[in-house]
Every structure is written in structure tokens, then in C-alpha cells.
């Protein structure tokens, strides 16, 4: 059984930061997904990938598939970028998604 | 589009009633799933379905019932509800085609007391 791990679970950070966020995961996947869930609850896909490298706007996604570790880093980080992000991976072919318990950061001003 | 609808927001059940969680995609998803959330932890698949008729499930399925029959809505019953059931629960819809990309609804915020 695939297991996902994600550090911190908490994160602090000055407005203006450059916010890294990490997640590991234990055998091999089709696609690793980071999203966001906002205070109010909502979730919403950042980024899905299975290799190199995404860019959205401040966002990069990043996979190494050899270490089995993705990193999401927020760039120039501002308050409303305050949010849960949770890592997710597809194993290989399936359909269905494991999920980490998600990383909490707040950005104050 | 809507993507994907969750009813109701909130509810409050007693233990013992039931209910039905409402959620419909108007995406033409093949795929959708219902998850539920506690706190501190990751999000659990409860059931899943790959299409209109065919359901399975998923790592928390027991308390809860599944049907599809269509494309569109996937409710989620809840029978003799416990307070474990206390929960969050999101719907989510996929396509195959994005390499299974899920779309969240806005969630149903459950207690049972």
C-alpha cells in the first residue's frame, strides 16, 4: 500500500517568503497531484504531474521519480496564499487517489 | 458549467436517522467518488464510480450506501447514522482523459448527535 507523507504539517511564513513544501510516497505512481484547500473549505487542483517540472504563475511543482519526492514551492508568498496543501498520487493506472494529510500554511503580512 | 454540486452545506442527524448526500457533475465525468474528511487527517475514498451503473468501494465504506444511475449524480446514503459519520464530505468527478484530475465539490459539513 502506497503511504504519503508530507513536511511539514505546519508552516509559518513572512509575507513575501519563498515557501517549500514536501511530499514522499513509497512505490511507484502514473501521476502525482498537489492541491489546495482553502480556509472556507473548497479543494482545488494546482498541479498534476509525473515528471520535471511545473510552473504557475508563483507555483512550481517539481518530481524527482527516483526518490519518490515532489516538492510544491510558492515564490513571493502572500497572505491569501494561506491554505492547506494536500499531495495526492495515482498509482499506476488506477483511477483512484491516496492522499496526505496536508500541510498547513499560514502567511502573514 | 457548474462542475461539481454538493447538498446540503450542513446538516445535524441524530444517531439512528438517515440521510442522502446529494452531488451531481454536469462534466460528463466518467469517474466520480465520495470522500470523507476528519480532522487532522488525509482525505479517505468511500466509494468510487467508473460509470453509470457500476459502483465499488473504496478504503471507509462501511455505514454508507452508493448509486449511479447516470452519468450525473452519484448520491451517498448514510443509514442508522453514527457519531463516527461525523465528517466533511466532498464529492469529486474525474475524466480519464486528464489522466484522472479530480474536481472537488464544495463539500457537505455532517454532525451527528
Known amino acids: 500500500k502506497n503511504e504519503v507523507e508530507q513536511s511539514p504539517q505546519n508552516l509559518t511564513a513572512q509575507e513575501g517568503e519563498f515557501i517549500t513544501i514536501n511530499c514522499s510516497y513509497s512505490?511507484?505512481?502514473?501521476?502525482l497531484h498537489w492541491l489546495q484547500q482553502h480556509p472556507g473549505g473548497g479543494i482545488v487542483s494546482l498541479f498534476m504531474?509525473?515528471?520535471g517540472k511545473k510552473k504557475h504563475g508563483r507555483l512550481i511543482a517539481t518530481i524527482n521519480i527516483q526518490e519518490k519526492h515532489s516538492s510544491l514551492h510558492i515564490t513571493a508568498s502572500h497572505p491569501r496564499d494561506s491554505a492547506v496543501y494536500i499531495c495526492?498520487?495515482?498509482?499506476?493506472?488506477?483511477?483512484?487517489?491516496?492522499f496526505g494529510k496536508g500541510t498547513k500554511l499560514t502567511v502573514n503580512p | 458549467n457548474a462542475g461539481v454540486t454538493q447538498t446540503p452545506k450542513f446538516r445535524i442527524l441524530k444517531i439512528g436517522q438517515s440521510m442522502t448526500l446529494q452531488c451531481a457533475q454536469d462534466?460528463?465525468?466518467?469517474?466520480m467518488y465520495w470522500y470523507r474528511q476528519d480532522p487532522g487527517m488525509g482525505l479517505k475514498l468511500i466509494y468510487y464510480?467508473?460509470?453509470?451503473?457500476?459502483?465499488d468501494k473504496g478504503e471507509v465504506p462501511n455505514g454508507y450506501n452508493v448509486s449511479r444511475s447516470t452519468t450525473e449524480d452519484f448520491p451517498l446514503r448514510l443509514e442508522l447514522a453514527a457519531p463516527s459519520q461525523t465528517s466533511v464530505y466532498f464529492c469529486?468527478?474525474?475524466?480519464?482523459?486528464?489522466?484522472?484530475?479530480?474536481?472537488f465539490g464544495p463539500g457537505t459539513r455532517l454532525t451527528v448527535t
Open positions: 469529486a468527478s474525474s475524466d480519464p482523459g486528464t489522466v484522472y484530475e479530480q474536481y
Open positions: 512505490v511507484g505512481i502514473s501521476a
Open positions: 504531474l509525473s515528471s
Open positions: 495526492a498520487i495515482g498509482e499506476g493506472g488506477s483511477e483512484k487517489l491516496v
Open positions: 462534466m460528463n465525468h466518467n469517474y
Open positions: 464510480s467508473v460509470g453509470a451503473g457500476i459502483t
